[in-house]
């Protein structure tokens, strides 16, 4: 048994992601994903769905607003909201003429019968374990699209976080070492991030819920929506569970609503 395994049981009912999203560290870690990526797969995503005049958009979970940047961009108007206070700060300093972000939790409605578009991007979801927050999520999403409007979630893969599980590494970051554990229990990806920043020591964690894509089917049924295609990465290939790196669920609400 790992000796993080006690961590991951006492923590994760503590609300991680509210200790993790809000640290300055989360950026410096993730600073990988950047606004390019996120503009070439949103650009590629609403070309193939035939999107090209000004459509309202809503950010689930919209982080530092890289995606939001890409979208008003493009001529979209956006909604970002997230519960990380932080992280809504990041995005308003971008200071987007078509874009608003507020502080607010995805599990809750927002607006209603008001977007084109709902995404809710790089796994944003499943940080609970609770099905009633799950189904919450997507209800906020349907809840808050127009009749005939589409909601993208884009989350990992399950079947390919079992096959090649990373277990350790460590990764050093403008001298700030970053010693990550990953382990796989109860149906989770469980993560424990160290951060050795000069003398001092920080201990965070990340735990994702490994939905399947049947739960997603469930949570769509439950909602008024229905499945309209799964792709496996970023370039929109479409999705194998043996070889896809990403799940990308496009889902309809029902014009009749």
């Not at 995805?106 to 009633?132: A, C, K």
């Amino acid at each position: 048994v790992s000796t993080y395994s006690s961590y991951f049981r006492s923590s994760m009912s503590t609300g991680w992601y509210r200790k993790w999203f809000n640290a300055p560290y989360y950026n410096l870690l993730y600073a990988h994903r950047d606004d390019m990526e996120a503009g070439a797969f949103l650009s590629g995503l609403l070309d193939a769905w035939d999107c090209r005049e000004s459509a309202d958009i809503l950010d689930m979970a919209c982080g530092n607003g890289r995606h939001a940047a890409a979208l008003s961009e493009m001529g979209h108007w956006v909604t970002g909201i997230d519960l990380s206070g932080a992280r809504v700060r990041e995005a308003l300093n971008r200071q987007l003429e078509q874009a608003k972000f507020y502080i607010h939790d995805i599990r809750t409605p927002f607006r209603v019968r008001y977007y084109d578009w709902v995404l809710n991007l790089y796994t944003s979801m499943g940080y609970t374990h609770s099905e009633q927050d799950n189904l919450n999520v997507v209800k906020s999403a349907a809840l808050a699209l127009k009749p005939g409007g589409r909601l993208v979630i884009d989350f990992l893969n399950p079947y390919q976080v079992r096959k090649n599980l990373n277990d350790f590494e460590v990764q050093t970051i403008d001298n700030i070492v970053f010693r990550i554990t990953r382990e796989l229990t109860d149906n989770s990806i469980e993560k424990v991030i160290v951060v050795e920043d000069g003398i001092q020591t920080f201990t965070f964690k990340e735990s994702v819920q490994l939905l399947e894509p049947e739960d997603f089917l469930r949570y769509f049924s439950q909602t008024g929506l229905s499945l309209r295609t799964i792709y496996g990465n970023y370039q929109l290939e479409p999705f194998d569970p043996h070889t896809a790196e990403r799940m990308i669920l496009v889902a309809q609400k029902s014009h009749v609503s």
